[in-house]
């Protein structure tokens, strides 16, 4: 199956501050995803990155706050905007091929500080 | 909307003893069921999915699970427990086949081995 990097494995952030997570595909892949992991909690959808255009994001979840990119179809990023301690979390980038179910990254642990 | 319960946010059971993970869903259409493994520090790991066709569907590591559409469950079982097998456990539901990259997830069931 494919693999999924992401970079950077984990961070800790100042509030205020931004943080860019990149998420790359060894293999094209049809559908990419970010998803968040809130401390001790599961895992909630943020939005599907769409190759070459705006990002639909999930209620509760705004392109300002999250701004997607994906500019292929093997690479994404997710960047967390005017950081406060409640975005510190798990950010995990998702993958679907053809005919497949979906593979994680292993993850981005962001602390804000 | 979908849903997904996991009953139970711990479970522990000793080496060798039957792991028994519960989980129930909620969908309008025929759902498409998966169970996650996330071991510490560590990405989400497949362990098996429901789509189509036989209820009984067997994953990695020796972890089985069956749909049972009328009791909207989806339960995970293995006969015999591994130390290894201790981690977070996750079940998921997606109402698009072609789409299994957006999912709703349960709370997540730790699975604690003890020897």
């Known amino acids: 199956s494919a693999v999924i990097s992401q970079k950077p494995s984990r961070d800790i952030c100042q509030r205020g501050t931004s943080l860019t997570i990149q998420c790359q595909v060894d293999?094209?892949?049809?559908?990419m995803f970010w998803y968040r992991q809130q401390p001790g909690q599961s895992l909630t959808l943020i939005a599907t990155?769409?190759?070459?255009?705006?990002?639909?994001?999930e209620s509760g979840f705004v392109i300002d706050k999250f701004p997607i990119s994906r500019p292929n179809l093997t690479f994404s990023t997710l960047t967390v905007s005017n950081m406060s301690p409640e975005d510190s979390s798990i950010y995990l980038c998702?993958?679907?091929?053809?005919?497949?179910?979906?593979?994680f990254g292993q993850g981005t642990r962001l602390t804000v500080v | 909307a979908q849903s997904v319960t996991q009953l139970g946010s711990h479970v522990s059971v000793s080496e060798g003893a039957l792991v028994l993970l519960r989980c129930n869903y909620s969908?309008?259409?025929?759902?498409?069921l998966f169970w996650y493994v996330q071991y510490p520090n560590q990405g989400l790991q497949l362990l098996l999915k429901y789509t189509t066709g036989a209820t009984l569907v067997k994953g990695i590591n020796g972890f089985e699970a069956e749909f049972k559409k009328s009791e909207t469950s989806f339960h995970l079982t293995k006969p015999s427990a591994h130390m290894s097998d201790a981690a977070e456990y996750f079940c998921a539901v997606s109402d698009n086949p072609s789409n299994t990259g957006k999912l709703i997830f349960g709370q997540g069931t730790t699975l604690q081995v003890k020897p």
């Open positions: 998702t993958g679907v091929g053809m005919n497949t179910e979906a593979f």
């Open positions: 969908s309008s259409v025929p759902p498409y």
């Open positions: 293999s094209q892949v049809t559908m």
């Open positions: 990155a769409n190759q070459g255009s705006e990002a639909t994001y």
